[in-house]
């Protein structure tokens, strides 16, 4: 297998919708970004791979068709990812196998979405007509007459880890504070869709239930439209791109990837409900292939949909003790960026999570969330030579999809 | 007519409008929709849907590991290289796996049905290694609230009367609420429960809390005067006429409301609509300083009878904040 390195990464400005572009415009202003952020040509790129998560967001059911020869990958092998909210992370799974199985020596790994382009007649708002489509992701034998939706089914998962773990994700102090700290990142990132907000603790507590008693209406990721690019190089080539860039190359160390039974139960290979399996498999198994532990990663970019789910996640990932995930707050293990302001590097023993704001703060277009992610870690590993960083992603019912990826500053 | 997979209402003016853009320019946008009908097979799924019809739960047991699969989703074990699995009659009772999620915002399709409640139930509770049946969840103590369908509870399986063949033609309700008598019947069917008039939960009568009630009904008679100068609130009351009963640890009052006006009467009418249970008074107070009473039923601080009740509260969650912009 061949090393694979990043080396270029580019964004379109986060929004809740724009009117000004279609998802045709949007997918070329991030091919366009990453190409020039790498300073390399259409012609230099051997091919690319979409991450689109659902058809009917874009009005389309093969929308990748029509970005090939809009975004000038034209005549260039092309596939498309979709896997729920991990279709950002799967997508960028399948570019980086495609460097390091030698087929192609540059690969373009592009996300995006259109969603709020969806409209419900009923409300004439277009956040139901959204929620809906999203619930289209459950089976419409079971699942889905019974009124699934994306939050009920992460907070399902929550709740059945607070049955198992008592006391740890409970506390809504603990959850606002994080959210707070999550804010101020977010104030940091130029593209970030809430960049201009201020969200304190006490309007968390104070904001309107979803789901008693973990989701209140500022727990909740955004819907975002957008699009982001990550170009994806074998060694020869990343290191030819490095020097006419002057940028370092970012390697990729270790992948790893779970998807959990789409059934619930007990026993055998169903899903347990009170854990996140999928985020826990992923990241042993990137861990392994990378050589490292949770210890020497200090920077995390985590596909935070919930902030209760960010909290059972990291524990999956083996930065806290499951059942004591708050002290990521209680012990100051989640770095604060007003001490590090934008060079520093994290103390010993603390982690940067979510610089980019996150999907709570930052942007959440589900296609290319984790190319979002995964542009803000490089960013930040380079400005503040962090060495190991990773990017999670998770999706589908009850969070049964995840995926992990450790990145190496050269 | 019959009921329609697509409601008449879902649905847009063919055409185009403009949109203004954050650049300040006008953009087009334009009307459509992407929706499909389908006649979507069961398939292999049938069996078990078939069986819902005629009141049964089955699901599907190995024939090499002996793991139970309910719903039957497939009768090929995916954990013994695809073994034949065979029918087994499930019994109607279960317990709730883990603690359920109550909706309250559904998606546009539910929108209606909230505030519902979904989970996981644990039916084949003999074998070591079992799925469990996604299912609606029902109490028949008024609408679902934070504590009752909690992890480990022993649930009833009750069949819809009239059965299509759909997972919605069953739900479970907690077995303790289930009469006695009826435990064991199987069949069980959802016109042998009440859901229509849930008892009222008990009080708990707390001296301590009669000055909160009795600072309440102050507020709630200054609110009365506020909205007869408040054009936001008026509008909120227009065409509504309600008699609600409230009953709290401190006192109970009436609200009226009729003829764009809201009126307090210290006590629980002999008429009412509906009467709603709050063991602390407080929870109006908070109302009124632009707190909401949705998510009170939310954290499980205001008992509600039925859905009606609950589609009701967003007009008086509104009232605060109309008057507040008014500047009254």
Known sequence: MRRVGLVGAGITDCRSRWVEATYWNLFQQATKATLEDAKVTTDEVDSVVYGIYNDIFEHQAIPESSLTGIIGMAHKPGVRVTSGGATGFYAMRAAIMEVASGYSDLVLCIGGEKATDCFDPVSKTQTPMVIDTIAKSWDPFFEYPLGATASDSYMQVCMAYNDNYPNDITDPEIRATIIEMLCRQGNRNPYGQRRDEKVTKQQVLESRWIIAPFLRLLEVCMYTEGAGGLLFASEEKAKEISKRTGSPIIWIKGVGAANESYNPGRGGLYKPLHRIESDRIAAERAYKMAGVTPKDIQLVELHDAFIAQFMVTMGELGFVPIGKTRDLVEKHIMADIRELGENEHPKKGQILINPSGGLIFGGHFVGGSNMFSTWSLRREMINRSIRYGLVHGTGAINAVFGGAVVFELE | ?328
């Open chain 2, 1 to 328: 007519m019959s009921e329609m997979v697509l409601r008449p209402e879902f649905n847009l003016p063919k055409g185009t409008s403009e949109v203004l853009g954050k650049d300040g320019k006008t953009y087009l946008q334009f009307n459509s929709s992407m929706a499909t009908l389908y006649q979507q097979t069961y398939g292999e799924h049938s069996r078990f849907f078939l069986a819902l019809r005629d009141a049964k739960l089955i699901g599907s047991k190995c024939t090499q590991c002996g793991q139970v699969m309910v719903s039957a989703a497939t009768w090929n074990c995916p954990f013994c290289n695809f073994a034949e699995m065979k029918e087994v009659v499930l019994p109607h009772k279960g317990i709730l796996a883990q603690t359920a999620p109550i909706t309250i915002f559904p998606s546009q399709s539910f929108i209606g049905q909230a505030p519902f409640c979904r989970g996981y139930v644990d039916i084949a509770t003999q074998e070591k290694v079992a799925s469990f049946l996604p299912s609606r969840l029902r109490t028949t103590t008024g609408i679902p609230r934070p504590g009752v369908f909690v992890k480990g509870i022993e649930l009833k399986l009750v069949f819809k009367d009239k059965r299509e063949g759909s997972i919605l033609d069953i739900f479970w309700v907690p077995m303790k609420e289930i009469p006695k008598k009826l435990r064991n019947k199987a069949p069980l069917f959802e016109s042998e429960l009440n859901f229509e008039n849930p008892k009222l939960p008990k009080l708990k009568i707390n001296k301590n809390l009669k000055p909160v009630y009795v600072k309440l009904l102050q507020s709630l008679n200054e609110m009365s005067l506020k909205v007869l100068k408040s054009p936001r609130a008026q509008k909120d009351l227009a065409g509504k006429k309600y008699r609600i009963g409230v009953k709290t640890g401190g006192g109970d009052f009436t609200f009226i409301i009729e003829k764009n006006k809201m009126k307090v009467e210290p006590k629980v009418a002999k008429k009412t609509d509906f009467v709603i249970v709050a063991n602390n008074p407080k929870t109006f107070n908070d109302w009124i300083n632009d707190g909401s009473l949705t998510d009170a039923v939310i954290e499980g601080k205001l008992w509600l009878p039925s859905r009606e009740a609950f589609i009701f509260l967003p007009m008086l969650d509104r009232l605060p904040r109309s008057i507040r912009r008014d500047g009254v």
